[in-house]
Every structure is written in structure tokens, then in C-alpha cells.
Antibody, heavy 123, light 109 residues
Framework: QVQLQESGPGLVKPSQTLSLTCIVSGDSVSSGAYYWSWLRQHPGQGLEWIGYIYYSGNTYSNPSLKSRLTLSVDTSKNQFSLKLSSVTAADSAVYYC???????????????WGQGTLVTVSS | SYVLTQPPSVSVAPGETATITCGGTNIGTKRVHWFQQKPGQAPVLVIYYNSDRPSGIPERFSGSNSGNTATLTISRVEAGDEADYFCQVRDSTSYNPFVFGPGTTVTVL
């Protein structure tokens, strides 16, 4: 059974960097069959895709966040990470990591999700 | 960028059928995915590629897609189906490839 688990601080001060890690079990991030992604959801709102990373380190990010976003993968620890710099209150949200399937066939979808972690940006 | 529309809410009695729509220009040319999200929980994939069900998803959940509307149908609705439902497609014309609908809250009366 594939499981993803986000970890990181729940409170970040404005202008600082938000750092989250997603630990994967039941699958290998280096299998090459999937991409690994981050999404977020502001309270009471819909889902926003943040970016994804492949085991090789190739990344692709939401243009609205790209200038502040760093994605990385650690195949030895079977995990991937997100760093979002210069955060503001607008970055307060529940952050999810997820596995992406179907990339090679077009129309990819998120088939496994972490439970989500609430990050609040406040001084 | 591509925009998806969904009705804010759908109410249905237990045992009846819930129909949730996802509108988009020529969405029938895309493959639509559907997620269920219960309060305080992560989204769960319930339909992918318009009508395929992941393992563990009841047959009561089905999907279709044609023209400008994709549809998620929940037959014989149960109290446990009460949740928000989101549709999602890939937008190959945008730098943001993953587009989500705003979500529909299904209330079981």
C-alpha cells in the first residue's frame, strides 16, 4: 500500500522559508514510473497545484510560485521536499504531497495523497 | 487558461442517485479525473480517465464525458458519500497543466 506523509513546521514567520518533506512508503520515488507532486488548499477553497519532481531531479512548477519555489528529491531516503521562500499570509494553507500517475499516457492524475499538513504564516 | 465549472452543491436522499457535473469548453476531448474529499481529509481519487475506477472504489461511482460536460454519478447514495467532489483535467495549452474544478458539496438528506 502506497503511503505519503508530509512533515514540517506548522507555523512559519512572514518573509521566511516554508520547508516541507514528503516521506514515501510502499513505493520508490526512483522507480521512474511516477512523478511526485505538491499541492495546497486554502481554507474553504479548491486545490492548487504547486509543482512536481521526477526522480532524476527534473522539476516543473506553477508559474505563479516558480520564482519562490525549490523542489528536491532524495532517493536514498525515499522522500521529496518543497521549499517556498518569502512567504506571506497568502501562503497559509493545507499542503499535500501526492503521486502522479499516467504521465506517459497524457492526462496525468493524482492517485495517492498524503494526509496534508496545515501551514500558517504568522508572526 | 482552461476553466472548469461545477455546481456549488447537490442534495440527494439516501438510496437515490447523485449527479455532479463538470463543465468546460470541449471537455469531451479531454480525460477527466474526479476526487472525493471529506472534511479534514485528503482528496481520494474516485474516477480517472473519465470512467475508470481505482481499486477499492465502489461500483456505485461512475463517470462519463461528452461535449462540454463531464459527469460523476453516484448510485444508491449512502450517508458516507457526503463530501466535496472535484474534477480535474490537464491543460496542455497552459504553463499550469493541472486544472481543478471549484468543487461540489454533496449533501445526503
Amino acid at each position: 500500500q502506497v503511503q505519503l506523509q508530509e512533515s514540517g513546521p506548522g507555523l512559519v514567520k512572514p518573509s521566511q522559508t516554508l520547508s516541507l518533506t514528503c516521506i514515501v512508503s510502499g513505493d520508490s520515488v526512483s522507480s521512474g514510473a511516477y512523478y511526485w507532486s505538491w499541492l495546497r488548499q486554502h481554507p474553504g477553497q479548491g486545490l492548487e497545484w504547486i509543482g512536481y519532481i521526477y526522480y532524476s531531479g527534473n522539476t516543473y512548477s506553477n508559474p505563479s510560485l516558480k520564482s519562490r519555489l525549490t523542489l528536491s528529491v532524495d532517493t536514498s531516503k525515499n522522500q521529496f521536499s518543497l521549499k517556498l521562500s518569502s512567504v506571506t499570509a497568502a501562503d497559509s494553507a493545507v499542503y499535500y504531497c501526492a503521486r502522479i500517475s499516467g504521465f506517459n499516457y497524457g492526462d496525468p492524475y493524482f492517485d495517492y495523497w498524503g494526509q496534508g499538513t496545515l501551514v500558517t504564516v504568522s508572526s | 487558461s482552461y476553466v472548469l465549472t461545477q455546481p456549488p452543491s447537490v442534495s440527494v436522499a439516501p438510496g437515490e442517485t447523485a449527479t455532479i457535473t463538470c463543465g468546460g469548453t470541449n471537455i469531451g476531448t479531454k480525460r477527466v479525473h474526479w476526487f472525493q474529499q471529506k472534511p479534514g481529509q485528503a482528496p481520494v481519487l474516485v474516477i480517472y480517465y473519465n470512467s475508470d475506477r481505482p481499486s477499492g472504489i465502489p461500483e456505485r461511482f461512475s463517470g462519463s464525458n461528452s461535449g462540454n460536460t463531464a459527469t460523476l454519478t453516484i448510485s444508491r447514495v449512502e450517508a458516507g458519500d457526503e463530501a466535496d467532489y472535484f474534477c480535474q483535467v490537464r491543460d496542455s495549452t497552459s504553463y499550469n497543466p493541472f486544472v481543478f474544478g471549484p468543487g461540489t458539496t454533496v449533501t445526503v438528506l
